[in-house]
């Protein structure tokens, strides 16, 4: 729980504006989640796109933390995502990402994502991150 | 002017969220603008990767729009985003698109993204949107 | 094995040049093999990544004929391909797709790409085609 | 002309298999030539994909030469290929690559696809480097 909460709070501080929330951490991945209330509606009732592209780039964020320490000068460098299907108006976005690789320069990894309580994804998205050089200890 | 001023309308209808504006749009193209202020930026002073994001979204779907007519069910399909550089903390956020085909089912762009004033682009997107079937007239 | 046989000779007849085979094709996926020999390999012992995108693009193409039927006119309209590890010299390629969403007009898969025996992919792609209308039967 | 004749020459050496050959290169920038033939086809009278894909990749790395000088380490991380229009299979490939970002450690360009002579092109890629620490000198 600590390097979860450790993270969350981290994230806080980093993207002062995010609503996205950590559900788990470890492991190479990384689960969050975004709440979806009026703000995050189109008329016709489906989630924004650019709320899904937030939980694909905040989740790769939280599990790179998760492997490397807080660091807050890790940034995205390419991001790529599908829209699968519509999302639910009236549930939270979850997103879940798995590292595929954790070089020393790049981290690469995917990010499937649902509305909540659905089995089939409504996005999945693949990002790189830049890592700034390690500092020796 | 007209089509600018029709689309800008549509758009907050259509995204009453976003925070992005219409410069310019017409001949496969569009240009939109997103204020840069304390909502956008992260510590260090960079302006957040989701932001720029919703700027590539939102400019292809200005572009199509002025193309294809004021037309709701227009989603994005697939989107796919290089970060460039680090962007201004003191300049807005403007996107440029152009359309790279415009077919039946499919269009495909791709947006520039930039710090007003500096030469170098931040940001550079490509996606595709689906559009509905067109109505007989 | 009767719908991997008839899939393996349609891929014959539409890619005449392509070394890619299929190893087994069903449930919404597929799995192929490149023969890696001196024509596949650059200088130092890497395969070219010509190759692995080929083997992205006809796992896809593949595991979709599985769905649909030996279609002729499914085209790819989009590849995106994350290169994340050295592949061996000596051990071929294998490819294997599941596809993420099966709509009326488009296909989205994701396919990992292998050095035969190897546990971690070396290439990671995710790639949509376009599906042209069903005929009625 | 010597840049264009020195890459041209190592091109041969390290991608031994291409059918892809250089046009003009420099100013961050390159052309790069595929010659059709009945290899490259489909049957239906289109060229294969993973040709353009190839195009693609070699355009890059041509341009990147170009600036870096003839470094082998360079490598491929992420292309990302959007298909535009069907190719003409009586025309040569013809990819112009533009650098988008000339970094320490990645560089990032743009290529457009054409089939010689026409306008409108058959498919744009954007794809991404690493290059190897510089050697001091």
Do not use: W
């Not at 729980?1 to 950590?22: C, G, H, N, S």
């Not at 796109?49 to 964020?61: F, H, R, T």
């Not at 660091?71 to 997103?95: C, M, Q, W």
């Amino acid at each position: 729980m600590r390097l979860k909460d450790d993270i969350a709070a981290f994230l806080v501080r980093e993207f002062p504006q995010t609503k996205v929330t950590v559900e788990a951490v470890g492991g190479k991945a990384a689960t969050v989640r975004h709440k979806i209330g009026t703000a995050e509606l189109r008329p016709g009732g489906t989630v924004s796109g650019p709320v899904m592209m937030a939980v694909a780039d905040v989740a790769l964020y939280v599990a790179i933390l998760g492997e490397i320490g807080l660091e807050a000068l890790t940034v995205t460098t390419n991001l790529n995502i599908n829209f699968l299907r519509k999302p639910s108006a009236t549930h939270d976005i979850i997103g879940k990402c798995t590292l595929m690789k954790l070089g020393k320069k790049l981290v690469v990894g995917e990010v499937t994502i649902y509305s909540e309580g659905r089995e089939e994804p409504v996005a999945h998205a693949v990002g790189t991150y830049s890592i700034p050089p390690r500092k020796e200890s």
